[in-house]
C-alpha cells in the first residue's frame, strides 16, 4: 500500500477514477457497455477513441519532455499532416481506394518527418533552445498548413480514410487500435532496450552523457522526429474522424493538452525521467474532463477552469513541498507504531 | 539536478559577459532596429502612402495593448520564465471591465479593480512557481486556461461598453502635427490615441525600474544565474513573484486599453496574442534563457510585427497567413542571429 501512494501515478489515478465516478453519479449508466451494429458502444469507448489523438501526441511529447526539451509544434503539424492528406485524397479521382488513401497518408507522414527533422536540427546542431525551436514551427505551421489547403476546409469523401479515425476493428475504435499500437511500441522500445535510459541520461545532462559516450545529439534528434511522426498520426486520425483538413481548427492547442497529459502524468518538464503510464493516464485524465463537465450539463467553455482546477490540484500534490509534508508525517506515523523507518531518497 | 542547471548556466554567462563592448551589449537591439528599417524601407519603395507619418502612428495605435504586454513578458523572460497567460488574463480584463461597468461601476473603481485582477493572478502564478516549484511553462498555463474559463463564465458574448468616459476615451484623438488640409478647408492632423501614451509611459518606467532601481538589477541576476543570485544574497523569492505580478498587471492595463480600443469585453479576445508577445520579446533581442535584454527591443520587436501586419493589409492579394510564416521566418533568423552572437563571444 505505502509503494503504492508513493508510486508517481498514485494521485493521477486517484483523479482519473474520481472524475468517472463524478460521471456514474452524475449518470448511472456511464460505465454501461453494449454491442450495437457489431460494435462496441458507450461513453467509456467515446472516451478510448476521443483520448487517441491527444494520446499520440502525449507519447512524442513524454520522450521530448524527457530530454528536457519541448514541442510546442505538435498542433500546428496535425493540421499539417490533416491538409497533406486530405487535399491529395479530394484531389483524386479515386478517393476512396486503397492506393490513394495509403499514398497519402504515406506522403503526410514523410512531410512531417521532415518537419521534425527541421525541429531536431535546431535544437540539437544549431542549439537553439527547444521552446523557441519549435515555436518557429508553432506560428509558421498552420500558415503551411492554410497554404496547402489554400485557405479553405478541405472535406474528403472517402470511406476508407473516414474508417481510420470513425472506424471499428474487432468491435474496438480502430483509432484506438493505433494509438495502443503506437504507445506499447514505443513503450517495449524504450524499456526493454537501453533507448529509454540513453533518452533520460541525456535529459540529465547532455554533455555529461556525450563524454559518457552517449550519442546525444542522435538522440534529441531522434526525439523530435518521433515527436512530429505521432502527430502527424494524431493530424490523420482527428482529419479521418471529421472527414477535413480545417488549418484552423485541426489540433487548435493539442500542443497544450499533450503537455498538460505528460506533466499531470508525472514526468518533469525539467526532463530526465519518464512515464509512459503516466502519459497514458493523464491523457485519460484530460479527455474524462472534458466528457465529465459535458455530462455534468455545464457550458463546455466553462471547461478551462475546471481543467485549470484539476492541473493545479495534481501539480500541488506533487509538488516537493507537499511531498516533503506527505513523507515527513508518513515517517512520524510510522515511528509511533515503533516501526523501522525507511531511507527516503 | 539543480547543481547541473548552475553548471550550465555559469559557463554561458562567463561567455557572456566577455563581450562588454557597447556594440556586444546593444548589438541584438540594433539589428532589431535594422529590421525595422529594412521593413519599412521594402514597405515604402512597394507602396505608396507607406511612409506616410499617419500610417507609422497607426501602428502604435493598433499595437498599444501589444507593446504593454511585451514590456510585462521582458520581465518574466529576463528571469528565465514565461509567462503563456497573458492573453487569457487580457480577456478577463476587458469582460471584468465590461461587466463592471454595465453593472453600474464608476470607471475608476472599475480600473482599480481590473488591476487588483492583474495583480492577483500575478501573485497567484508567482507562489505557485515559487513555493510549490512548479515549472513557470505550467503554472502560467493553468493560469491561462482558469482566466479563459472565467471569461466564459463572466458571460459567452461580447459586451459592449457605452460608459462615456470609456467612449470618450477612445475616440479622443491627441493631435500631434497639421500634415495638409481637407478638401472641406480643415487642417489636418497626425494624431495618437491616449493609449499609445500609456504604453510609451509604462516603456519609459520599465526601462528606467530595469536599469535604475534594485529589483531591475535583481531581475536581470537571477536570469543571468539564479543560484548566484541567491547565493549573493539577492531577495530571489520575492522578485520571482514579483515579476509575475509585473506581467499579470501589464496583463491587466493591456486589456484596459484593448476594451478602451474596441469598446467591448469578448471571452475570446487576445487568443494566442502571449506568442506575439513572445515573438515581439525574442526579435527585440532578449534571450529566453534571461539575464539579457532591454524594454526598448521589445517595443523594437512589436514594430517590426505590426510592419509587417501593414504590409501584407497593403498588398492586398497576400492571404492573411502568409503573416504567420514571414513571423516564424523572421523568428528563425533572430534566434539563429542570437545563437551565433554567443558562439562568437565563446571563442
Known sequence: MR?????????????????????????????????????????????????????????????????????????????????????????????????????????????????????????????????????????????????????????????L?????????????????????????????????????????????????????????????????????????????????????????????????????????????????????GTLIGAFIIETLRITVISLGIAPEVNLVFKAVVVILVCLLQSPVVQRKFRARRRAVAQEHGEAVEVVA | MAATEVQAGATTRTSRMRGTSPLARYGSVLATLVTLVLVFVIGSTRYTGFLDSQTILNLFIDNAFLIVLAVGMTFVILTGGIDLSMGAVMALSTMVTARLLIAGWAPGPVIAAVLLLGCVFGVGVGLFIRVFEVQPFIATLAAMFLARGLCFVVSPNSLSITDPFFVSLSQSRIRLWPTGTAFDGRTLYAFISPSVIVALVIVAIAAWVLHATRFGRTVYAIGGNQGSAELMGLPVARTQVLVYVVSGVCSAIGGLIFAMYSLSGYALTGVGVELDAISAVVIGGTLLTGGSGFVIGSLLGVLVLGTIQTIISFEGTLSSWWTKIVIGALLLVFVVLQRLLIIRRRT
Open chain 1, 161 to 277: 480514410y473516414k474508417s481510420i479515425g470513425a472506424g471499428f476493428l474487432l468491435t474496438l475504435p480502430v483509432s484506438a487500435i493505433i494509438a495502443g499500437v503506437v504507445l506499447a511500441a514505443t513503450a517495449l522500445l524504450t524499456r526493454r532496450t537501453a533507448l529509454g535510459t540513453l533518452v533520460e541520461s541525456v535529459g540529465i545532462n547532455p554533455e555529461a552523457s556525450r563524454l559518457a559516450g552517449v550519442r546525444a545529439r542522435s538522440i534529441i534528434w531522434t526525439v523530435y522526429v518521433f515527436s512530429a511522426l505521432c502527430a502527424a498520426i494524431a493530424g490523420i486520425l482527428i482529419s479521418s474522424n471529421v472527414t477535413a483538413a480545417d488549418a484552423n481548427n485541426n489540433g487548435l492547442w493539442i500542443e497544450l493538452d499533450a503537455i498538460l497529459a505528460v506533466v499531470i502524468g508525472g514526468t518533469s518538464l525539467m526532463g530526465g525521467k519518464f512515464s509512459l503510464t
Open chain 1, 3 to 159: 509503494s503504492l501512494t508513493r508510486s508517481k501515478v498514485f494521485w493521477p489515478l486517484v483523479a482519473l477514477v474520481a472524475l468517472l465516478a463524478v460521471n456514474v453519479v452524475a449518470r448511472p449508466g456511464f460505465l454501461g457497455v453494449r454491442m450495437q451494429d457489431g460494435h462496441l458502444y458507450g461513453s467509456l469507448i467515446d472516451i478510448l477513441r476521443n483520448t487517441s489523438p491527444i494520446l499520440l501526441v502525449a507519447i512524442g511529447m513524454t520522450l521530448v519532455i524527457a530530454t528536457r526539451g519541448i514541442d510546442l509544434s505538435v498542433g500546428a503539424l496535425v493540421a499539417i499532416a490533416g491538409a497533406v492528406a486530405c487535399t491529395q485524397i479530394a484531389a483524386s479521382p479515386t478517393p476512396g481506394s486503397a492506393s490513394t488513401v495509403l499514398i497519402a497518408i504515406g506522403t503526410a507522414l514523410l512531410v512531417c518527418l521532415v518537419l521534425g527533422a527541421w525541429n531536431g536540427f535546431l535544437v540539437s546542431v544549431v542549439g537553439i533552445q527547444p521552446i523557441i525551436a519549435t515555436l518557429i514551427l508553432m506560428t509558421a505551421g498552420r500558415g503551411i498548413a492554410m497554404l496547402v489547403t489554400g485557405g479553405q476546409i478541405t472535406t474528403v469523401n472517402s470511406p
